[in-house]
Structure formats: C-alpha cells, structure tokens
C-alpha cells in the first residue's frame, strides 16, 4: 500500500494515536511513552522481561491506557499480536553492547527490518519511526554503528515512508553516560580520558528526543521518508563534559589520560572470552570496546541535516536541570539547598543529609 497524506493524516486525526512502542521499557522508551499518554494516545508495550521491567509506565496513562504485552522479538506470531491494532510502531530497541544471545547485528539491524516488514504486511500502520544512532554508517569504526546504518537502510526498503531519528549520547536520570561517569569518579578517585578526551560530540537531553518523536507524528506527513538528526545545542569535548561532571557532584576533577590503543586493550577481553566461556559475562561500564571504538571520531550532526528546529523543539542547553540529577552523587547525598547557596556566592556549602 502506498501511503498518501490522506491516508495518513485522517486515521491519526479520527481515531487517534495507537501506538506500539518497542524497547519502551528502556531509557528513552520510559519518556516517549509519557509524552505519547499525555496526548491521550494508547500506547502498547511489548515487552520481554519480568513484570517489573514495564511496571513505571502503566503510572503514565490512565486506567487502559498503556498495555504492557509479553512477547518474544524472536517470534514472529507475538510481534504481530503486538501491532495487530495500532496505527503507529516506534521502534526503539538496541543495545551498546553484545551478550552470548545477541549480537549488534541482530539487535539493531534484523529486529528493526523485521517491524518493518511486519508494519507493512499490516497494512494499517500509518506511521513508523525507528530510533537509530548520531553517526550511524556503513564506514563508523563502530559495529554498533554500522549494524545501525544498515538498520535504517533495510527499514527505508521494507517501509519506505518511515522516519528516521539520530539521536547523539542520551542525557538524563537514567542515562549511561554521566551517572557511570559519576559513580566511577566516587569509586576509584579518578575518571579515565579515553584519548585525552578531546573527542567531539553532542550530548542531548532525553525529553528532547522523546518530543521529536512525538511531534513527528503530529505533522501531516511530512516527516515521513526523512531522516532527523538529533544533537544538543552544544558541542563539547568529553573532557568539557567530564568537568561539568564533576563541578555538579562537586569533586576534585582527577582524570588519567588513556591512549586510545590503551583503551581498547583493557576493553578487549570481554570481547575475547563473550563466545568462549560458558556463562555470561558481566556487562561493560566504561570499558566499552566499541564504544571506545566509537569515540576515535568526532560525532556530530551535519551541517544540512534536518534537526529539532524542523520539528518545532528546542533543544535544551545540558547544564542545569537536565544534568541536576547528579546531586545525589555529592557527597553525603543530595544538596537541593545549594542552589539558593550558590547564588548568594557561596558553592562550597556543606551538604543536606
Ligand atoms: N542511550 C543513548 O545514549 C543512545 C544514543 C543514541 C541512540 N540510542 C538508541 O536509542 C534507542 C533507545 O535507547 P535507550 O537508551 O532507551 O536504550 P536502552 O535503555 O538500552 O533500552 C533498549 C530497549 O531495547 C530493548 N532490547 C535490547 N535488546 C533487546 C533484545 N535482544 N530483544 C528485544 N528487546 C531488546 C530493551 O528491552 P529490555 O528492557 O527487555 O532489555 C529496552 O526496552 C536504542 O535504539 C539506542 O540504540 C541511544
């Protein structure tokens, strides 16, 4: 079926947003799916885990409103039960690192081009948005990157009116960027610079990824087929960002410099052994191969790519609410108190128990 404004616009207009979230139990799902309640849509949540892993997002509806649905991605039968009465599929699963059970290709490739096609089948799915990465391609000296890259490619081929978001490193209470930072910065005394951490980025505030998502599927179609490029307002080096780190949980800034050949050393043998023992492997924190990887080039978003403001957002500048959260890793908990502190000249003051 070929989707024209029309058929797009009046389903959505008529009988409102019925949207199947997938990966909604994630860091960014937990946001999407409040904005998308807030508009009064239904939202579906497959989810693969226990109970517990949707349990905070039935909170963000009213009664019947958000639907947790159990599901396998590997079965086919229970993605399409998933999406048999929705409008709209978001598709926001992926991972940063592989287990035995999962590799990047299948998580952020295959299970994406397989919604797609099943989206398509369908035939009512008016809408699908796949959440990929900044800096996705086939060229990224990252797998998981890659394995992006072709996600959105096969997506594009199975459903060609999709939209597609890049969001940069995700900023936020939960997020697994600042929070590993701080709590490794608490532990050990020191955070280590990978590179020197002169590598550029641009870090972006959650809830404004979370709005692009839903505006675009406010608009009459015109975000369909098009690809979005998600950066912050700012762009820092990780060392800029490190610092504001540790100026919010107020700690000496200590950092150690690690090559990157260094780096990728310390990281590698979780990758060596993931396919070779017989039991899982601990997840990786900051030693991240691939992520390491990653941070060998500047991410940034291009300079005509289409972003926030073609959404009607503005993005957030970092410093400030969005990165408060930090408090709690001050010494002796959370100072709220200290903003009042600050601005009458005094950042030292001591904490709140
Ligand atoms: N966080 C970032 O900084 C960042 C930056 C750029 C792009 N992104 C992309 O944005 C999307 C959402 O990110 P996020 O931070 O919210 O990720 P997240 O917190 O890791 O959540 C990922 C979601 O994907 C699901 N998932 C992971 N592996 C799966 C598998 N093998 N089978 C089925 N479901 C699986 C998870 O389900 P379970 O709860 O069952 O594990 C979870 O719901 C992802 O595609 C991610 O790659 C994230």
């Known amino acids: 079926m070929v989707l024209s404004k029309n058929t797009i616009y009046e389903p959505l207009q008529m009988f409102g947003i019925v949207a199947t979230v997938f990966g909604a139990t994630g860091f960014l799902g937990r946001y999407v799916v409040q904005q998308l ?17 949707h349990r905070h997002l039935k909170l963000m509806g009213d009664l019947g409103q958000i639907v947790p649905m159990n599901y396998n991605p590997r079965d086919v039968n229970s993605i399409k039960t998933a999406v ?43 809408r699908f948005i796949q959440v ?50 701080a709590m490794y910065a608490k532990n050990w005394g020191f955070l280590p610079l990978f590179g020197g951490g002169s590598t550029k980025f641009q ?61 990728k050393a310390m990281a590698s043998p979780r990758e060596m052994l993931l396919n070779k023992v017989p039991f899982p492997l601990p997840t990786p924190s900051i030693f991240n191969l691939d992520q390491i990887k990653a941070l060998t080039v500047d991410n940034l978003v291009s300079e005509n790519a289409l972003s926030f403001a073609d959404l009607e957002i503005k993005p957030h500048k970092l410093k400030g609410y969005p990165t408060e959260f930090l408090v709690c890793y001050r010494k002796g908990g959370p100072s709220f108190g200290s903003t009042v502190s600050e601005k009458m000249g005094s950042a030292d003051v001591a904490p709140r128990f």
């Open 37 to 53: 309640a807030k508009m009064g849509s239904q939202v579906l949540v497959p989810f693969r885990g226990c109970e517990d892993s």
């Open 84 to 126: 048999a009465k929705s409008n709209v599929v978001i598709n926001l699963i992926g991972r940063e690192y592989e287990t035995r059970n999962y590799g990047f290709e299948e998580v952020n490739h295959q299970m994406a081009e397989q919604l797609a096609m099943i989206s398509k089948e369908h035939g009512g799915i008016v």
């Open 132 to 181: 990929s990465a900044l800096g996705a391609s086939a060229s990224s000296p990252s797998r998981l990157l890659r394995a992006k890259a072709a996600g959105e490619e096969s997506v594009l081929k199975e459903f060609p009116e999709a939209t597609i978001m890049r969001p940069a490193t995700l900023i936020g209470t939960e997020d697994r960027i600042l929070n590993r930072w």
């Open 203 to 263: 870090p972006v505030y959650v809830v404004d990824v979370a709005a692009a998502i839903v505006n675009s599927l406010k608009d009459d179609g015109t975000s369909m087929g098009k690809t979005y490029e998600l950066g912050g307002p700012d762009i820092y080096t990780v060392h800029d960002l490190a610092e504001m780190m540790f100026e919010t949980i107020r700690e000496y800034p200590r950092y150690v410099n690690l090559p990157f050949p260094i780096a």
